[in-house]
């Protein structure tokens, strides 16, 4: 027969201790009650017996099981390094590992349906203690719903909910096209145009205020908004933007700026010379350009680091009201840009 695990209770009859002093000392949070000599007994025992508490057992005594869970509602999981949301992932990992935390990648994906949390009524992301959630559209009846339970959860990204507020960090896209949009009002541009895709909503809507800002800073200064339909429709485009004398575009991706490209030289449109253009974001792996773009950087490790460090708060009781971190952006002057002719 296999020898006999050794207990709690034989740890403490050799310690001379009781079984509850052999918890608290197992216990990090509160192994402070208990006095230095009565601790090393304690931990001598455990030694001498061959001792290792049962990590379940642990995780039962203190409520929590040491997991933060990472969901996507994006249609495939951030495996690959070129995945646009891949360095969030590194950045929850890091951080999740120096604090102590393991992280359980939510991938269930039942084909022909988009993402769901609750699948078959049930919220999923109980195996965590708290979770972070990614991706540009989110189904919000579900995050209303995770509130209503209370469960610990943070999104990165700005995500507005209908009725109730949640705990989210995201890129500081409003500063950053600010930024950009004054190294255009700087080099003379007074004739603005701002393109981007509106189904990722707020990430949206702060970077058309951000450079809505700047131009109102001016006297002279115009910003117009051209509908991303227009991208299909190349002759319009180039219509637009000679109507309005537009000399310089901010494109919310480099994937706008990809299928702008075309229209501008079937036209014969040259960047800088003739337009100058500003990426609002990054992506990954970067667009290959014959010029280098200026640009806006995002710090995405930076900000998985970040939601992991709010969820802790979260789950420890240091934060009571909902949360909103703007993470800064870097602004790279490429040679996308120039003074207007």
């Known amino acids: 027969m296999p020898a006999k695990r050794p207990t709690q209770?034989?740890?403490?009859?050799?310690?001379?201790?009781?079984?509850?002093?052999?918890?608290?000392?197992?216990?990090?949070?509160?192994?402070?009650r208990i006095s230095p000599a009565t601790r090393q007994r304690v931990l001598e025992a455990m030694r001498l017996l061959g001792y290792t508490p049962h990590p379940a057992a642990q995780m039962l005594a203190r409520g929590r099981h040491q997991i933060i869970g990472v969901f996507t509602y994006e249609p495939h999981f951030p495996y690959e390094q070129e995945n646009f949301y891949q360095p969030f992932l590194l950045g929850i990992e890091r951080e999740a590992s120096r604090q102590d935390y393991n992280v359980l990648l939510?991938?269930?994906?039942?084909?022909?349906?988009?993402?769901?949390?609750?699948?078959?009524?049930?919220?999923?992301?109980?195996?965590?203690?708290?979770?972070?959630?990614?991706?540009?559209c989110p189904d919000r009846d579900e995050l209303r719903r995770l509130v209503q339970e209370g469960y610990p959860f943070v999104y990165i990204g700005r995500r507005e909910v209908p009725g109730c507020s949640i705990d989210w960090v995201a890129s500081d896209y409003t500063t950053a096209s600010m930024t950009a949009t004054r190294h255009l009002l700087a080099l003379g541009h007074r004739r603005l145009a701002f393109v981007g895709c509106e189904q990722a909503r707020e990430s949206y809507e702060d970077r058309l205020f951000g450079c809505q800002a700047a131009v109102?800073?001016?006297?002279?200064?115009?910003?117009?908004?051209?509908?991303?339909?227009?991208?299909?429709?190349?002759?319009s485009l180039v219509a637009a933007l000679r109507q309005?004398?537009?000399?310089?575009?901010?494109?919310?991706?480099?994937?706008?700026?990809a299928a702008l490209l075309p229209c501008l030289r079937s036209a014969g449109i040259r960047v800088p010379r003739d337009l100058s253009i500003?990426?609002?974001?990054?992506?990954?792996?970067?667009?290959?350009?014959?010029?280098?773009?200026?640009?806006?950087?995002l710090n995405r490790v930076q900000v998985g680091e970040c939601a992991v460090r709010l969820l802790l708060d979260r789950l420890n009781g240091r934060v009571c009201s909902p949360q909103h971190i703007r993470v800064p952006c870097e602004f790279v002057v490429g040679e996308s840009t120039a003074p207007p002719v």
């Open 9 to 32: 209770a034989d740890v403490a009859q050799l310690a001379g201790t009781s079984r509850s002093t052999v918890s608290l000392v197992l216990n990090r949070r509160l192994s402070h």
């Open 106 to 136: 939510f991938t269930r994906h039942r084909h022909g349906h988009r993402r769901q949390i609750y699948v078959d009524g049930q919220n999923t992301l109980h195996l965590a203690d708290g979770a972070i959630l990614l991706g540009a």
């Open 216 to 235: 109102a800073e001016t006297s002279d200064g115009l910003l117009i908004t051209l509908p991303e339909r227009l991208l299909s429709e190349p002759q």
């Open 244 to 257: 309005s004398k537009i000399t310089a575009v901010l494109c919310t991706t480099p994937e706008i700026i």
């Open 278 to 297: 500003v990426s609002l974001g990054d992506s990954d792996p970067p667009f290959i350009f014959d010029f280098s773009l200026t640009h806006v950087r």
